[in-house]
Structure formats: C-alpha cells, structure tokens
C-alpha cells in the first residue's frame, strides 16, 4: 500500500508561482511512477504532469509545458511540481497519483494511489 498526501496548494495572482508537494509512504514508493492530475469544476480530471522512479521517464501534458515542473527526492519519498507562470485555467483541485507500473501513461484509471488533493486558484 502506497499512502500519498499533498500539500501547498492556495490562492495565487495570475503570474505567479506556486510547489506543491506531495508525500508519498510506503516500502516502495520510490520505485513507483508519480504523477499530477487536476480537477476543474465541471471538468473531468486531466493529465498534468509524470515522472517514473529512477527520473528517467518524465511526461508533462501540452497545456503546462513550458510552466511546470514535476521532480522527486526519493530520499524524502516525495514528488513536487513547481508551477510557473500560473493562468485562470489553472484553477483546480491537483491530486497527486501512483503506480507501480513503470509504462503507466497519462489515463487516470491507470493509477492504483491517489492522495486526497490540494486546490490551487489563481485569480486574474
């Protein structure tokens, strides 16, 4: 079992920056691929961004390219996205996901873990 928790979410003009974090616990959570996803209201949850265990495989979906980070410290069993340049339409619930199978993609049902989400807001 993987227990994962996120943090650092809040309320950020547009421009601005925000690292969110996520913790994850577990013998093998290093090993695990980690992902963002978010959650607009009305909206159904979409990609964000991915990286696998060894950082060798990272992934990020087109609408964040460019802004956002994803990284881990696998000391720390933890994975943070840093995001950049923060717009209207980043507003959503981020929720942090894992899964053991190194080739897992971008399709939220492919991920067993998910932490319990963090709301970000940017206002305009």
């Known amino acids: 079992q993987v227990q994962l928790v996120e943090s650092g979410g809040g309320l950020v003009q547009a421009g601005g920056s925000l690292r969110l974090s996520c913790a994850a616990s577990?013998?093998?959570?290093?090993?695990?691929?980690m992902a963002w996803f978010r959650q607009a209201p009305g909206k159904e949850r979409e990609f964000v961004a991915l990286?696998?265990?060894?950082?060798?495989?990272?992934n990020y979906a087109d609408s964040v390219k460019g802004r956002f980070t994803i990284s881990r410290d696998n000391a720390r069993s933890t994975v943070y996205l840093q995001m950049n340049g923060l717009k209207p339409e980043d507003t959503a619930v981020y929720y942090c996901?894992?899964?053991?199978?190194?080739?897992?993609?971008?399709?939220?049902?492919?991920?067993?873990?998910w932490g319990q989400g963090t709301q970000v807001t940017v206002s305009s």
């Open positions: 990286i696998s265990g060894g950082r060798t495989r990272s």
């Open positions: 996901a894992a899964d053991a199978d190194y080739y897992v993609g971008a399709r939220d049902y492919e991920y067993d873990y």
């Open positions: 577990g013998r093998t959570a290093s090993s695990y691929v």
